[in-house]
């Protein structure tokens, strides 16, 4: 079985390899440069990963899904996934529909391309697909992993990784052919336009297709994080705390619910959210190296580069997944250092292979640039470290969460607040870090926009490891709810046991995994900024009426186009005072001088804070409305807690879902009301203060939401394996108080964030135009 | 008696407009410039105040401090909190010296002017008195309000509020006091040099005063919040939780603790800390009057002003406060309405006085700075609305926490956070409406200083009314104090009803008076952070090497004022693009597409979590401390839960005390060390940054920790008045978990952030020529 795999997949690796040379000896078919050929290795790749992800899902099908009392659990489930599923892309539906029609406006008003409602619906279209059958072979594996479990901890682990890694090749494999066919569409859709403005909008029409992405995946994230979490909450306060039966009893009307919620919101969201993220990471280097070579006269391959990484990164991740094996203990550091194997694996891989495609596509001159892909790796790893430091109870900061418990659950609360708050320190600083070395890196003493090339090329490497990761991160869930159905279906302990530890890695995998999304998004939200800031110079200097300003005013000849002025002679800087005034007066002087740009940037970092409010009371009212269904149904339906009912589980079912689609509307329209409405009334300095805020403060909660959850979940499972007295004791009653107030941090706030922090920028940047327009006329 | 005091105040009001008037025909004392006379206001109203306080003091001090019992007991709390204080003034005393002898070293080198280690001193010096003065009245009324409520409510309000009066007007009284003569002696000292110098010295060397001031500030309220805190949560955590005994009952070894908590941190470190915020909105308002008016020649009116208008503040307040007064119902709603009144009375007094103080002073054609001060009156008012919707039970926030108790502590928790973000809203829309509006007003299409100075002036407009909200904010911890007597000397229940009462408006008045003192912070931090702006060009245009490079390349005649030819021709934005290059390389780039400002943006957005985390992190382990402590007696000490023994308080305050003392050095050290880091590594670009991110965050964090512990502790207040069954149910458990994990927000970490974005901003302004040169020889 294993030797037929490895022989499957490196016959894929070398299949790609040999591609990727003949066409680097221009043998392959097209282009007449053939350095830009290479851009083949990008379909070949995400091919290659979407053929073996269906190898494996045809794998894990082939194993049973054990006895006729799993099949039915792990069949109600994967109803009530897919009914909340069904219901939520009806909303999308609804909204992705109407987004198009205002950008089709836009279109006939001539603010953008043509394709670009088309490249939106797309990009929406797969995001949601990618959720959409993640949860499909998630909630065809738990059963599975579940029966597996029962022949040993590996074969379970098999399984359950399986199905994460399909997850993981599919959101890849999705991203770089979606990107892969629309750069091929609009390269030749634009074939006769001049070399500069064709790179240009190429590459601001693929940006609308993350804006579909990213505004699906807000919704998903939004709304499955509120139904996982209100599921979660609702159970356990009501079952384990008030009624005292354990986690996942079959007992517990909302225990199906619970494990719906695994599936939409840990496993849909999370694709959908991650899919968001490496698309997002891309268009947006592509975005900007359009700008930094455009300026040049230099061609497409700043925008075939990323492209390439990613199809890179595909390959590496595939080989790295066949190093995650383990033994018979269920030991987290086995465990662990099987994973971590994995990883370092694949980051090597992409280390070296790297180094090659720079100096193939871009030339020795742009090495600097693979300084700035290993920057990124770098900061990822280092954030990895960070996180699991914080998050694994193997450390002091989740164990003084665990040590706080034994006076009560204030303390464990502060402590975990506390410990979150802290945790954010060394991700800003490698954020940080790598933003200056990638920037100067990139930048190589020769200009700014190259520099900013630079942060995007960054967040590409720091994702170029996704497949594995996510594939790591993924897994969990589905653990999760293996440990779900061997409970529930009354199979012996030691399965719940195995299946246990393959989630309590989750835990520790799942932190590390949203470390790698928020450091990611950090730097993308600045290279989306950025490509924002740009297309605003832009359209400034080629609306008529400011180029009949400048050459009324004798400040540029008749004739000469204003945008090459720019960039030729870095034409803004050398505008006379008074013109420059105009900018200031209109608002678009970017300086912390500019008290617009101080008032964008207070409320930026405000909006973070309200968004998580929003949320974070959806999960509160959602949550209530379980309880007191739970609370009346051990009330009213007779000798259910005594085993001799059944709950009514649908009801349950039913009641999170129409509340979580309700409760995700309104703050996710809100991150995309907002950057339009400062853009408009404030002006484009407010907005991108608005931007930076949003960014620097989101960054800074989303860690600390993510870890302080991951802290608290775990410091309750140290206190259960016997710290402090163990199970049943106050301390451990107290941490779970912790890990109930860790669940929406972890799971529904905080990686929404992320999200929401590109999407903000991506408004921005598909409606600058008409942003710059609305100030203008001011 | 109510008679006499009117008598009282009205001559004194008398005497201070017949000065004024006098002064402003001329008559006056000094300058030749009349207008200039009018500074006498600024002395003749502090004394007004102190005199005032003084009368009140003895006022108080006549009263009975009850039973031998309440006598014992009040002087036992007051030796608690002055053995507290002589060791942390012992602290904070190495601290002054070390770091006057490093200031000293900067005066020697060149980099600061002589007064400004004395300056330095001196306001540490008053920073610290304020806390002691307040310390000192408050405990000696804490006994004779309870007294006095045996009498009546309206008896217990007198008293109580008088000492919130004493603190109130003893801060605006000496903080303009000190600043007036720091200015005569300046204004003596430098009467040899050139105007614009003069002015630009004076301001510049007043600032350090502000320095010291909130330096000590940072120290005495994150100590004080420290102790407070620790001994409140360690109290009720054993005392409330497990023993299941009454707030402050005398068998509980932690409850003086917990009361003289409320001294050294809500009294002492709250003194402090306005006295600081206080000092800090004039003196920033000085400097950047400096800068706009020097720029035009004009002269000391500038700095004049913000004093003049705190001398306003002061009258008005001092009449506000006799119309404070209850009716025998201990109705909150009917008390806060008598607070109102008095509040609202001294705006309107400010908003008229204001006007004929800039129209005499300033003149007609800077009317625009008093559409500043009501954007300033006006965003205070705003927030205070705001915080008291968001903290009172009255209102739908507070009460849905209350609702989300009878779910547990984890919703509590959750519900308390959401509304705590939920409510950074409005302060944050509050205080950047309050920035345009200001700027604008006060730019009028000239010149940006002016529009800087507008900023300055709205945060002076803002706190002008201190004299009275502080009041309103500072007799709460004496009810709290009262209340405490009442119980432990067993008077009967009605006098802690009374005095309950009195302290449950105290909760909201101090949500209130934090409002002001965040949303001021935020005005005075920004000021601030303009004037190290300004600082900086003025030092590199003034550095020597800088000239000379300038000059070597004919950009500047030789011997042409680098400086004077900044300001007269708005130098630095007319420099050819190589010369700005220099600025660029050398990090002197504000604008936000440099990266090495976002890289600061992101570590100040970081910053006052990392902060927030370590005071949390302090409080939760001198809370332990004490809860061990307090098991300890309980296990240990037989009889004493049964009432037949005496616990060991003074153990208990001496474990607080040392605990506070070692865990307030780090945070704050490290607010003090980081900006010169990061200004001297980093560049100053970086640091302008991480002052801004800093304020940012550190302003939306703020509220949201005021506000949500604010919430929690009335949510549970109404649960205790009976919602949701009341006393001793589910809800109320879940509810005092929620009020416990508010506690360290709302006292500690809350309201340090606001010393800590001025104190970083203060230490970069006074640092700034030091952390200029290091950049520039790099």
Same sequence: chains 1, 2.
Avoid at 329 to 345: E, F, H, S
Avoid at 732 to 738: D, E, V, Y
Avoid at 753 to 776: D, G, P, Q, T
């Amino acid at each position: 079985m294993k030797r037929k795999l490895r022989g499957i997949v490196f016959a894929g690796v070398f299949l790609f390899t040999s591609i990727a040379f003949l066409v680097a000896l221009g043998a392959g078919p097209g282009e007449a440069d053939p350095k830009l050929n290479l851009i083949w290795i990008a379909p070949v790749g995400s091919i290659i990963a979407l053929l073996f992800a269906g190898y494996l899902v045809w794998r894990i099908m082939r194993q049973s899904e054990g006895t006729e009392r799993m099949q039915q659990i792990a069949k109600i489930i994967r109803q009530g996934a897919r009914a909340y599923l069904k219901r939520q892309y009806v909303v999308l539906g609804i909204f992705l529909i109407v987004m198009s029609a205002i950008l089709g406006v836009m279109v006939i008003n001539g603010y953008l391309a043509l394709p670009v409602p088309f490249a939106f619906l797309t990009g929406g279209f797969f995001s949601a697909l990618c959720g959409f059958v993640g949860m499909l072979v998630a909630t065809n594996s738990s059963a599975r992993t579940a029966h597996a479990c029962q022949t040993s901890l590996n074969g379970g682990l098999r399984v359950s990784f399986s199905s994460g890694v399909v997850m993981g090749l599919m959101v890849v494999g999705f991203g770089v052919l979606d990107l892969s066919i629309w750069y091929f569409i609009l390269n030749w859709l634009y074939r006769d336009l001049e070399a500069v403005e064709k790179i240009r909008t190429i590459a601001s029409t693929m940006v609308t297709f993350e804006l579909g992405a990213s505004s699906v995946a807000l919704f998903a994230r939004v709304g499955g994080g509120i139904y996982t979490k209100a599921a979660d909450v609702g159970a356990d306060i009501v079952g384990k705390v008030e009624a005292g039966i354990p986690e996942d009893d079959p007992r517990n009307p909302a225990a199906i619910a619970d494990n719906v919620g695994d599936n939409v919101g840990d496993v849909a969201g999370m694709g959908a959210d991650l899919y968001e993220s490496y698309v997002g990471s891309i268009v947006a280097t592509m975005a900007l190296g359009a700008a930094a070579f455009a300026a040049k006269g230099l061609g497409l391959e700043s925008i075939t580069v990323p492209l390439m990484l990613s199809a890179l990164g595909i390959v590496a991740s595939i080989v790295g997944t066949f190093f995650v094996r383990a033994g018979e203990k269920a030991d987290q550091a086995v465990l662990l250092r099987a994973i971590r194997t994995g990883i370092y694996l694949s980051a090597g891989l992409i280390a070296i292979g790297s180094f090659f495609i720079i100096r193939a596509t871009l030339g020795i001159e742009h090495l600097g640039l693979y300084g700035s892909i290993m920057a990124g790796l770098a900061a990822g790893l280092v954030i990895g470290y960070s996180t699991e430091f914080f998050t694994s109870q193997r450390y002091w900061p989740t164990r003084s969460i665990a040590e706080q418990a034994q006076t009560g659950e204030a303390t464990v609360v502060i402590a975990g607040l506390s410990v979150g708050m802290l945790s954010t320190l060394v991700p800003v600083l490698a954020v940080a870090g790598a933003t200056i070395a990638a920037y100067a890196f990139a930048y190589g003493f020769r200009d700014a926009s190259m520099g900013l090339y630079g942060i995007g090329v960054a967040a590409v490497g720091m994702l170029s490891t996704l497949g594995i990761t996510l594939a790591t991160d993924s897994y969990g869930p589905v653990a999760d709810n293996a440990a779900g159905n061997a409970e529930m279906a009354g199979l012996p302990p030691i399965v719940r046991e195995r299946a246990s530890a393959l989630d309590a890695l989750g835990n520790t995998t799942a932190a590390t995994g949203k470390g790698f999304a928020i450091g990611s998004a950090a730097l993308t939200a600045l290279a989306l900024i950025s490509a924002f800031k740009e297309e605003v110079l832009k359209f400034i200097l080629n609306t008529p009426r400011f180029a009949d300003f400048l050459q009324a005013n004798g400040i540029i000849p008749e004739g000469f186009s204003a945008m090459s002025a720019l960039q030729k002679l870095q034409f803004f800087e050398r505008l006379p005072q008074d013109v420059q005034g105009l900018f200031l007066s209109r608002n678009f002087n970017l300086s912390l001088e500019n008290p617009m740009v101080i008032v964008g940037l207070l409320i930026g970092a405000m909006f973070p804070f309200l968004f998580s409010s929003l949320t974070m009371r959806a999960v509160g009212r959602a949550a209530s409305k379980i309880v007191l269904e739970v609370r009346r149904q051990f009330r009213e339906i007779k000798g259910l807690l005594e085993g001799k009912a059944e709950p009514d589980s649908a009801r349950a079912v039913d009641i999170v879902t129409r509340a979580a689609q309700r409760e995700m509307i309104l703050p996710a329209l809100m991150a995309i009301i907002t950057p339009l409405l400062v853009g408009v009334f404030l002006g484009v300095s407010a907005l991108v203060g608005l931007l930076i805020g949003a960014l620097a403060s989101g960054f800074v909660v989303a860690v600390m939401m993510a870890n302080a959850g991951g802290a608290w979940d775990n410091a309750k499972k140290y206190i259960e394996e016997g710290a402090y007295g163990g199970k049943g004791t106050f301390a451990h009653k107290a941490s779970i108080t912790g890990d109930t107030v860790g669940d929406p941090f972890k799971d529904t706030s905080g990686p929404s964030l992320n999200i929401l922090i590109k999407l903000m920028s991506m408004v921005s940047l598909v409606f600058a135009a008409f942003i710059v327009a609305s100030a203008l006329l001011k």
